[in-house]
């Protein structure tokens, strides 16, 4: 997802998306601990996401 997307989303589904991303995250970490895991990018892929989602809020709730 791209970080202009993001900008362009409501805080609270910028919240939304942050609990999804979590999730994914940690259904991600327990396939990679059990190698089942098939790609092991969108790891990554949805920590850099997570990111994004985490720098597009903060940036949101300093110019209220």
């Known amino acids: 997802m791209q970080a202009e997307e993001l900008r362009q989303l409501e805080f609270e589904e910028l919240r ?3 609990r999804e ?14 190698n089942q895991l098939n790609n092991p ?17 903060r940036a949101k709730n300093s110019s209220r």
């Open 16 to 18: 939304a998306k942050e």
């Open 21 to 34: 991303l979590r999730e994914e995250l940690f259904r991600l970490r327990l396939k990679l601990a059990t």
């Open 41 to 57: 990018t969108r790891f990554r892929q949805a920590r850099a996401d997570l990111a994004r989602v985490l720098t597009v809020m």
